[in-house]
Every structure is written in C-alpha cells, then in structure tokens.
C-alpha cells in the first residue's frame, strides 16, 4: 500500500513538472547585409523621463532604400547601459545592422 501511494505521489510530481514551462523571452534576430551606406542619422529633440531612456531613431532598409524610423523610450534597467541601434561597416565596404540592446 505504502509503495502505491510513492509510486502515485511519483508520478503526479512528474505529470505536474512536465506541465509547467518557464516563461521564454521570444527574439527575432534578422541578419542585415547591403552595399549601400545608410544616410547620415537625425537628431531628435528629446525630454527626459524619469525611469526611462531614450532609444534614438535610425534608419531601416526596406524595399531597397532606406527609412527612417522614429526614436522612443525604453523602460530603464538599473545597471544596464542602452546601445542604439546603428549601421557597421564590415569587410569588404558591406553595411551590417545591429539592433538596439542592452549591455
């Protein structure tokens, strides 16, 4: 009898653990590759907010051109500093985009 009860007790543990998934933070991550310098970056005029940052705009490769997208805040992370995103230049004279991160 008593084994029966570990065995069951064994088993909704396992069933119960098996069910329970941890939270995931979905990414999307695009690989951007062009020959073509993006133009140079707008400023932006921008007023500070307690608790937040301020990720600037940046310009986006589209449909074979480049567009701008428009800066916003980003929530704060207390020992985290905020890296825009930008264009880098690579081998070979190619452009490659880094996304806005946390560092």
């Keep these: 009898m008593t084994r029966n009860l570990a065995m069951i007790g064994l088993l909704l543990l396992g069933s119960?653990?098996?069910v329970y998934t941890p939270p995931v933070e979905a990414r999307t991550?695009?690989?951007?590759?062009i020959g073509v310098a993006p133009p140079a970056p707008r400023y932006?005029?921008?007023v500070v907010?307690?608790?937040y940052v301020w990720a600037p705009g940046y310009?986006?490769?589209?449909?074979?051109?480049h567009y701008w997208v428009n800066g916003y805040y980003v929530?704060?992370?207390v020992g985290h500093r905020w890296i825009p995103a930008h264009w880098q230049q690579g081998?070979?004279?190619?452009?490659y985009f880094v996304r806005g991160h946390w560092s």
């Design 49 to 51: 907010r307690r608790g």
């Design 59 to 65: 310009w986006q490769w589209r449909h074979n051109r």
């Design 75 to 77: 929530r704060e992370r």
């Design 44 to 46: 932006e005029r921008v």
């Design 91 to 95: 081998p070979r004279g190619r452009w």
């Design 16 to 18: 119960a653990t098996a």
């Design 29 to 33: 991550y695009v690989d951007v590759n």
